[in-house]
């Protein structure tokens, strides 16, 4: 059981590249989420999808695309990735509306 | 408007002694839930507590609970017997009625002495 998988673990990218960021979870959630986190602010939620075949915008959606491929994964995509994108981007999932399980995060630095 | 507030950006606590970390939420919602996670240098996200806003009592786990002053909508984390591991950045979250996101506060680390 490895609950919530995340890769790459870390990625640098030129201004303009694009991107897929993957996550799976094992623990048959619905729900699953895209965070990023930068310094001195917290987590901040991108694209989530409460169940399979929805996703819905956060607090910061623009210049991010993502997909609910199945139950079991949910996609970020970076189509032109920008300076402002570089952060720690963490997937999460959940069941019902409990606890929210998070994955080890990915690192990523657009130069 | 912030929905969670943790004013405290960075503490220090003496090894065994126990610490306070300031959450306070901002909701017209009667039913929510509140949550706390850590996050160790390493960088990954644990749960550690959840409080319920129609709970009777405060929620223990271990040596963290959560001092729930409704009226005064704070959910203060106590950790006692503070210990080396317990170094690490602490968040405070909330989820509003049948809403399925989470809203995080800034969060505040915790440095533990020897």
């Known amino acids: 059981n490895a609950g919530v998988t995340q890769t790459p673990k870390f990625q640098v990218l030129k201004t303009g590249q694009s991107m897929t960021l993957q996550c799976a979870q094992d623990?048959?959630?619905?729900?699953m989420y895209w965070y990023r986190q930068d310094p001195g602010m917290g987590l901040r939620l991108i694209y989530y999808s409460a169940s399979e075949g929805t996703t819905d915008k956060g607090e910061v959606p623009n210049g991010y695309n993502v997909s609910r491929l199945n139950k079991r994964e949910f996609s970020l995509r970076l189509e032109s990735a920008a300076p402002s994108q570089t952060s720690v981007y963490f997937c999460a999932s959940m069941v019902l509306r409990e606890t929210q399980y998070f994955g080890p995060g990915t690192r990523l630095l657009v130069l | 408007a912030q929905k969670i507030t943790q004013t405290q950006p960075g503490m220090f606590v003496q090894e065994k002694e126990a610490v306070t970390l300031d959450c306070t939420y901002d909701?017209?919602?009667?039913?929510?839930?509140l949550f706390w996670y850590k996050q160790p240098s390493s960088g990954e996200m644990i749960f550690l507590i959840y409080q319920g806003s129609y709970d009777q009592q405060n929620a223990t786990e271990g040596r963290y609970s959560l001092n729930f002053q409704k009226a005064r909508k704070s959910a203060n984390l106590v950790i006692s017997a503070s210990q080396l591991g317990d170094s690490a950045m602490y968040f405070c979250a909330m989820r509003e009625g049948g809403d399925y996101k989470l809203s995080f506060g800034a969060g505040t680390t915790v440095t533990v002495r020897a």
């Open positions: 909701t017209s919602d009667p039913s929510y839930g």
């Open positions: 623990m048959n959630h619905n729900s």
